[in-house]
Structure formats: structure tokens, C-alpha cells
């Protein structure tokens, strides 16, 4: 073990950089099992929370993860490219394609969980989002959690004027080629411009279990406006997603 008596850093964050350090320059791949909370006591020695500890932030950070009974392991879990610009560009849904395929590559995304309530009280925040005259308006409400490699990973859930999605696919858990956005324009409301907010947070317990999230791990908060040429709001969507399986980027011209 390296000389650490200069090092004022907690003792936990030193073992947990080191080990770190490691999984960076492939001393432990994807998949393998990292030292135990015993192994890390006797070669470190420390107490076993402070051992505890280590392992912890490594599973914090989205680096490990626990397998009970077993111990814990390198994540070898690929992190999503998420192109917010090129992923919804019209020639995507009006051609028939899903806005969440162009995150994926050769990956499957899964949707495992899907609840459409036909209409539903916009409430105060949707209603200032979506340009409706009363809190009490009816809205279409769409809420989905996405599975990547056995893992959640996103919660979404859209909000749409109840007159636009009535009648239509938008209001069944399969909403067909290109989603909602060609559902929308096949009745003439076409999205012609979007508007993301981002923002990151420490999750609620009902994220927590959604996204079986480790402790301590921040959530990424993306809101999402979807309006007309006419400058008319037809979709607010939020989208709670696992911060340590996303990348977000965004490519466009100077």
C-alpha cells in the first residue's frame, strides 16, 4: 500500500480513490468483484464502517454496485447518450421512429411500466405550462418508467390538453409509429419547436424506489414543452432520469 501518512483526506474517500484509481486503469474490469468490506480492513486497517464507507461512495457515484450475499461489484453498466437536439427532430417521429431510439444505438430500451389516465385535473404547474385557462382543465396523463440491461432508469410522465388526445392512440398504453408527437400532428397539432429545462436534485422516495436508486445518487429533472407553429403549448413532459446512467449532449451549429 502506498505511503499515506501526509494524506489528510477521510480515510473512507482515500480507500474509495484508490479503488477508484484502479477501476480506471482496468486493475478491476467491468464485472469484478471489488474487495470486501474484511478485505479492505485488513489491508487498509480501519474500522469495518469505514470500509462500509468506501464501498459506498464508489456506489454512490454509479461505479458499483451490491449483490446481496455476494458482495460488490464493478458496474458494468453503459451510460445512455442522450442527443437532446438530434432525438427530436421531426424526421425522427414523422417517419415512424420512437424519440428515445436515437439514445440507444444497438440497445434496447423497455418500457415496463405504462398508466394513461384519459383526463385528469391539470393542477396549477401544468396548467401555467401548457397555457390553460384553469387549474381545474382536463389533461391527458401518460406516465412510463423505462428499463435499460434489467436497470431502471427514467420516469416520464406527459401531460397533454384532454381535446387533443381524445379519440386517439395517445390515450392507450401504445401509442404507435413516432408516439405522440405523430398522433398530434396526424389531428393537426404538430409540434414545431421544444423547450428543455435541466436541472439536478437529491430524489424523492418514490424516485428512489422507481429508479431502484443507490443511496445518495442525484436524479437529472428534464422539463419539456412542446409547442405549435401557432405558438399553442400541446405537451408538458417531465422526466426523472438515474444521473449516473445518463450522459447529456447537445450538438448544433455556432
Known amino acids: 500500500m502506498p505511503d499515506r501518512g501526509s494524506d489528510r ?29 474484511n478485505d479492505l480492513m485488513a489491508g487498509y ?5 469505514t470500509a462500509r464507507q468506501a464501498l459506498s461512495v464508489l456506489r454512490a457515484e454509479g461505479l458499483a454496485e451490491a ?14 447518450r442522450r442527443r437532446g437536439i438530434t432525438r427530436l427532430a421531426r424526421d425522427r417521429w414523422s417517419s415512424g421512429h420512437s424519440v428515445w431510439s436515437a439514445d440507444l444505438g444497438d440497445r434496447t430500451l423497455v418500457v415496463d411500466r405504462v398508466e394513461v389516465a ?5 393542477g396549477p404547474r401544468v396548467a401555467r405550462a401548457l397555457g390553460l385557462d384553469s387549474p381545474d382543465a ?38 404507435g409509429p413516432g408516439g405522440t408527437y405523430a398522433r398530434l ?18 430524489p424523492t422516495p418514490a424516485e428512489t424506489a422507481g429508479l431502484s436508486l443507490e443511496s445518495g445518487t442525484p ?5 419539456r414543452t412542446a409547442v405549435t407553429e401557432t405558438g399553442v403549448a400541446v405537451e408538458f413532459n417531465e422526466m426523472t432520469l438515474d444521473s449516473s446512467a445518463y450522459v447529456l449532449e447537445y450538438d448544433f451549429d455556432a
Do not use: N, W
Open 45 to 49: 486497517g480501519v474500522a469495518r464502517m
Open 138 to 175: 382536463a389533461v391527458c396523463v401518460r406516465r412510463r418508467r423505462f428499463v435499460l440491461d434489467g436497470k431502471p432508469v427514467l420516469l416520464a410522465v406527459s401531460y397533454l390538453p384532454a381535446p387533443l388526445a381524445e379519440g386517439t392512440a395517445i390515450t392507450e398504453p401504445d401509442t
Open 219 to 223: 436524479v437529472i429533472l428534464i422539463c
Open 185 to 202: 400532428a396526424e389531428r393537426g397539432h404538430r409540434p414545431a419547436r421544444f423547450r428543455e429545462e435541466i436541472r439536478c436534485r437529491m
Open 118 to 122: 384519459a383526463t385528469a385535473p391539470a
Open 9 to 37: 483526506r477521510p480515510k473512507y474517500q482515500r480507500i474509495a480513490d484508490e479503488l477508484r484509481t484502479a477501476m480506471e486503469s482496468g486493475g478491476y474490469a467491468p464485472g469484478d468483484r471489488l474487495p470486501g468490506e
Open 67 to 80: 449483490r446481496k450475499g455476494v458482495g460488490v461489484f464493478v458496474r458494468a453498466f453503459r451510460p445512455l
